[in-house]
């Protein structure tokens, strides 16, 4: 038994995203089937749908950044019940007995099931994502989300949250401490937001002037126009850490010279081609750190959205009607992005004229 599902696909790596109707399974004993209120648009979602990474098997339904309300629940799923908010992030699956399992760190399971693109243990195809109706996934993999937030707002925390989180706790960054953040999109927005509530003195850099104000707002204490050599320059050995979220393949001396001693620079952004080579006397004659992180583990996806409860921290967004989702990919090429564009699933199924 299947559930028809209405969603929105892309068909190769050139065609724009289209209605795509398809099956989600009927929730077995441990999973939690979900009505889709909310999904966030990830710069993540346009890498697969356009195949910028290469991997991507079509047709695609992008999308986790998910925020909804539980429909029905199998028989062993005690956490949730039909009506509760859950979210749902970038995992559904993972083995459960690896090491990284074991230390609620999913994310680094090499057998992890991705939410959307992803080959599916359930189906034999691929997963699809949040650019949808609805989805059923097992309860492990379910956040609970806090009733008082916004919950369009909520939906990016579950991609763009926990992906600048995890790196801010891991670095334990806090007060005293002095943190970049490279650009202001989804992922940067978060960053600054968090930072600042972990007590850091926060410095922005960005390729869009223009965004100055809105950094300040965020919670930046400092904002770095990244294409001003001087201005760069000025920063130089100042860092104890520096995420860095930029889509795009640059530079990365310019921000390792910014580290102090021992200071590590953590890439999460994930172009589709490599950064240029980088100058290896930047990282040996200051013992300087080069690190990535991916996403999250489950454990830590709660915390931080306990945490943004606690703390009155949601995205920035611009709500849209999925069917402004191509529009949406083209402005976020163009860093045209405050800061996180959601999709509002209810344009997904017009509701029909009462006459
Ligand atoms: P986004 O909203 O498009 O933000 C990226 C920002 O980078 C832009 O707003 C822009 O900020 C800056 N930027 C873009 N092109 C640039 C260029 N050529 N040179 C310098 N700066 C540039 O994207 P996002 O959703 O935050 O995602 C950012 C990246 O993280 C993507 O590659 C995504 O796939 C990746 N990601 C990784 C993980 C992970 O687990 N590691 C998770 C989610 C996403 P300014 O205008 O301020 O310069
Ligand atoms: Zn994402």
Redesign the pocket.
């Known amino acids: 038994m299947m559930t028809k599902t209405l969603g929105y696909a892309a068909q190769s790596a050139i065609a724009p995203l289209d209605t795509f109707a398809f099956e989600r399974r009927e929730p077995g004993p441990r999973d939690v089937q979900i009505e889709i209120l909310y999904c966030g648009v990830?710069?993540?979602d346009l890498?697969t749908a356009r195949n910028e990474w290469k991997n991507t098997v079509y047709p695609v339904v992008p999308g986790h950044e998910i925020v909804g309300r539980v429909t029905r629940v199998g028989g062993e799923v005690t956490a949730f019940k039909a009506g509760d908010l859950a979210g749902v992030g970038c995992m559904v699956d993972s083995c459960g007995t690896c090491p990284d399992c074991r230390e609620g760190l999913e994310q680094y399971c090499p057998t992890f099931t991705l939410t959307y693109n992803s080959p599916d243990p359930h189906t034999g195809q691929m997963t699809y994502g949040g650019y949808s109706n609805r989805i059923v996934v097992d309860q492990r993999f379910v956040l609970r989300v806090p009733e008082k937030l916004d919950l369009a707002a909520v939906a990016p925390l579950l991609?763009?949250g926990i992906?600048t989180y995890s790196p801010l706790r891991q670095w334990q960054v806090g007060r005293g401490d002095t943190v970049g953040v490279v650009?202001?999109?989804?992922?940067?927005h978060m960053a600054v937001k968090l930072a600042h509530a972990f007590g850091a003195q926060v410095v922005l850099f960005?390729?869009?002037p223009g965004?100055a104000a809105d950094a300040k707002r965020l919670g930046a204490d400092e904002v770095v126009i990244s294409t001003d050599p001087d201005a760069m320059q000025s920063q130089a050995n100042r860092f104890d850490f520096i995420l860095n979220?930029?889509?795009?393949p640059?530079n990365l001396d310019a921000y390792l010279q910014l580290l102090k001693r021992d200071g590590t620079l953590c890439l999460?952004?994930?172009?589709q081609d490599p950064h240029p080579p980088l100058e290896v006397f930047n990282l040996i004659f200051r013992r300087r750190r080069l690190a990535g992180?991916?996403?999250g583990g489950i454990r830590e996806t709660q915390e931080m959205l306990d945490f943004c409860a606690e703390h009155d921290i949601v995205s920035d967004i611009e709500l849209i009607p999925i069917q402004k989702i191509n529009e949406a990919y083209e402005r976020?090429l163009r860093?045209d992005?405050k800061y996180r564009f959601v999709i509002d699933m209810a344009s997904l199924e017009p509701k029909a004229e009462t006459a």
């Not at 650009?183 to 940067?188: E, K, T």
């Not at 979220?245 to 795009?248: D, E, K, Q, R, Y």
């Open positions: 990830c710069h993540s890498h991609c763009a992906t650009g202001l999109g989804g992922l940067g960005t390729t869009s965004k979220t930029v889509a795009a640059h999460v952004g994930a172009p992180s991916l996403i976020m860093s992005v």
